[in-house]
């Protein structure tokens, strides 16, 4: 796909993966949608961008149907002029399942799963009407690696693998690419947050988790959307975990059983 007078709509762009990737394509000559709960958070970035594109944040508030419903009708007219649609917005919980908060699972499967399938719904008719386009999904590391103390986040992750899957097929010959990105650890507010909440159970092993730099990574997911890839890989150690998950079960069981720890 080339990366040239098209409109791309990036969800979650205030911070993290996806305010890197908003920078990442601002290198190029596109229209960028930055989507984001307060479009406020983004005006630093959009005055200081040095950039070929037009970056304009819009309101895009994944937490309820409603929700997105207003925000898409917020769009307007560009609604149906989105040619690429990254689905990156998120929320994180971990823990001992028995001690998340459960408004907090709520809200997760909302933004990370249900959320991304309605705003899919949504943009992907008038692509198909055009016979281009492109949808773009965050799995994560976690939608293949089911250890314990991530089991609300991996069964929402999970089911962003099957569906983009799912979709990838459907959508074969239509002239609609679907683009999967199997995130690994981005040193990012998030993985902190992760970091933060597992360490009562992993104690410092979190410490040594591989970590891509945002622009990094945004730089990959750049270069798959223009070359038209299927998969973005995480590489390295997390590349070797995923491996891992086509072991059999008993070999994750081991490992799972030495790290992590029940503390209450």
Same mark, same amino acid.
């Given at each position: 796909m080339r990366l040239d007078d098209i409109t791309i709509l990036v969800t979650g762009s205030n911070r993290g993966i996806g305010r890197a990737i908003v920078e990442a394509l601002a290198e190029?000559?596109?229209?960028?949608?930055?989507?984001?709960?307060?479009?406020?958070?983004?005006?630093?970035?959009?005055q200081s961008a040095h950039?070929?594109?037009?970056?304009r944040p819009v309101r895009l508030d994944l937490s309820s149907a409603e929700s997105i419903e207003d925000s898409l009708a917020g769009l307007g007219a560009e609604r149906? @002029?989105? %040619?690429?649609? /990254?689905?990156?917005?998120g929320e994180f919980t971990a823990g001992q399942f028995?001690?998340?908060?459960?408004?907090?699972?709520?809200?997760?499967?909302?933004?990370?799963?249900?959320?991304?399938?309605?705003?899919?719904?949504?943009?992907?008719?008038?692509?198909?009407?055009?016979g281009s386009g492109k949808i773009v999904n965050q799995a994560s590391i976690a939608g293949y690696l089911f250890v314990p103390g991530i089991s609300s986040y991996a069964a929402t992750k999970a089911g962003v693998v099957g569906f983009t899957e799912c979709l990838a097929r459907e959508l074969e010959g239509t002239g609609v690419g679907v683009l999967e990105l199997v995130t690994g650890g981005?040193?990012?507010?998030?993985?902190?947050?992760?970091?933060?909440?597992?360490?009562?159970?992993?104690?410092? @092993?979190? %410490?040594?988790? /591989?970590?891509?730099?945002?622009?990094?990574?945004a730089a990959k997911v750049v270069r798959a959307i223009a070359d038209d890839e299927d998969v973005v890989g995480p590489g390295g150690a997390a590349a070797l975990a995923k491996l891992a998950t086509r072991a059999p079960r008993w070999v994750l069981n081991a490992a799972s059983s030495r790290a992590f720890s029940r503390t209450g």
């Amino acid at each position: 796909m080339r990366l040239d007078d098209i409109t791309i709509l990036v969800t979650g762009s205030n911070r993290g993966i996806g305010r890197a990737i908003v920078e990442a394509l601002a290198e190029h000559p596109v229209r960028v949608l930055a989507g984001m709960r307060e479009t406020g958070e983004f005006e630093q970035l959009g005055q200081s961008a040095h950039s070929h594109s037009q970056v304009r944040p819009v309101r895009l508030d994944l937490s309820s149907a409603e929700s997105i419903e207003d925000s898409l009708a917020g769009l307007g007219a560009e609604r149906q @002029q989105i %040619d690429v649609l /990254v689905n990156n917005a998120g929320e994180f919980t971990a823990g001992q399942f028995e001690h998340q908060d459960l408004a907090a699972i709520y809200a997760m499967v909302q933004s990370n799963l249900t959320g991304l399938m309605h705003l899919t719904h949504a943009l992907l008719p008038p692509m198909l009407a055009r016979g281009s386009g492109k949808i773009v999904n965050q799995a994560s590391i976690a939608g293949y690696l089911f250890v314990p103390g991530i089991s609300s986040y991996a069964a929402t992750k999970a089911g962003v693998v099957g569906f983009t899957e799912c979709l990838a097929r459907e959508l074969e010959g239509t002239g609609v690419g679907v683009l999967e990105l199997v995130t690994g650890g981005v040193d990012t507010d998030m993985l902190a947050v992760a970091r933060a909440e597992l360490n009562r159970n992993y104690g410092e @092993q979190t %410490d040594s988790w /591989v970590q891509y730099q945002p622009r990094e990574w945004a730089a990959k997911v750049v270069r798959a959307i223009a070359d038209d890839e299927d998969v973005v890989g995480p590489g390295g150690a997390a590349a070797l975990a995923k491996l891992a998950t086509r072991a059999p079960r008993w070999v994750l069981n081991a490992a799972s059983s030495r790290a992590f720890s029940r503390t209450g």
